[in-house]
Nanobody, 113 residues
Framework: QVQLVESGGALVPAGKSLTLSCEVS????????MGWYRRAPDGGHDFLAL???????TYHDSVKGRFTISRDNTKSTVFLHMNDLKPGDTGVYLC???????WGQGTQVTVSS
């Protein structure tokens, strides 16, 4: 059974940095495309960043230049490095194994002004 577990969410002041982690178990994920999303007010998921199995990255314009997605296949983990956080970045951040369509439960990020 595939499991994705996010961690690293916190309450931080605006302008600070934070790194989220998503550990994948139950699957050899090194070739999978992985993504980070933020839960939208309507319950959907806003796309933030993607990383392919060979390391190609894609970002939503709203986070380009501030967020960086990376992966460590030896640890079956994907990261989201977030810099210059803004109150509008507040939300539940979720990791997705895009290749198989599996989601984690999410981790809360709150940015205070």
């Amino acid at each position: 059974q595939v499991q994705l577990v996010e961690s690293g969410g916190a309450l931080v002041p605006a302008g600070k940095s934070l790194t989220l982690s998503c550990e994948v178990s139950g699957r050899f994920f090194s070739a999978d495309t992985m993504g980070w999303y933020r839960r939208a007010p309507d319950g959907g998921h806003d796309f933030l960043a993607l990383i392919s199995g060979d390391g190609l990255t894609t970002y939503h314009d709203s986070v380009k230049g501030r967020f960086t997605i990376s992966r460590d296949n030896t640890k079956s983990t994907v990261f989201l490095h977030m810099n210059d956080l803004k109150p509008g970045d507040t939300g539940v951040y979720l990791c997705k194994d895009v290749t198989i369509g599996s989601w984690g439960q999410g981790t809360q990020v709150t940015v205070s002004s």
